[in-house]
């Protein structure tokens, strides 16, 4: 009788070790979150700024950050980025292309931890002609 509650007891042990090992394991395997900031409506020549300060993760420690373009108008100018691997890039915005009062981009950024995983978010970016209300 003695052997059947130790061997219980023991049972019981395990069983709670290693749930609340089970529970830190999930734990600490949270992904990042991604937040590419606000959308933007800029003018042609203004210095626009991709802030990603405003991700993070929950169970460690963002090491990594990748800015690049998701999409675009199909006539608009190709931009540069600087900063593509911080947290904060930025870019000239360009002469409009086309029959058009405003070119859009769709910017994304990346993040990794250091579990080694990921998130992803977006913002758009429209650049406005000159003497076009920056607010439409």
């Known amino acids: 009788m003695k052997l059947a509650v130790i061997l219980g007891s023991l049972m019981l042990s395990l069983l709670l070790s290693l749930s609340l090992f089970t529970d830190i ?41 990748a800015w690049g373009i998701e999409d675009s108008d199909d006539e608009a100018p190709v931009v540069s980025l600087n900063g593509q691997n911080t ?9 409009i292309v086309g029959n058009v009062s405003s070119n ?20 758009k970016v429209v650049v406005k002609g000159l003497g076009v209300d920056k607010y439409l």
């Open 25 to 65: 394991a999930a734990q600490e395997q949270q992904y990042p979150t991604a937040d590419a900031g606000p959308d933007q409506s800029v003018n042609v020549g203004e210095i626009v700024v991709l802030n990603a300060t405003g991700s993070f993760d929950p169970s460690g420690k963002i090491v990594s950050y």
């Open 104 to 123: 859009s981009y769709l910017f994304e950024v990346t993040v990794t931890d250091s579990s080694g995983l990921i998130g992803s978010d977006s913002t």
């Open 87 to 95: 947290s904060i890039a930025t870019f000239t915005a360009p002469m």
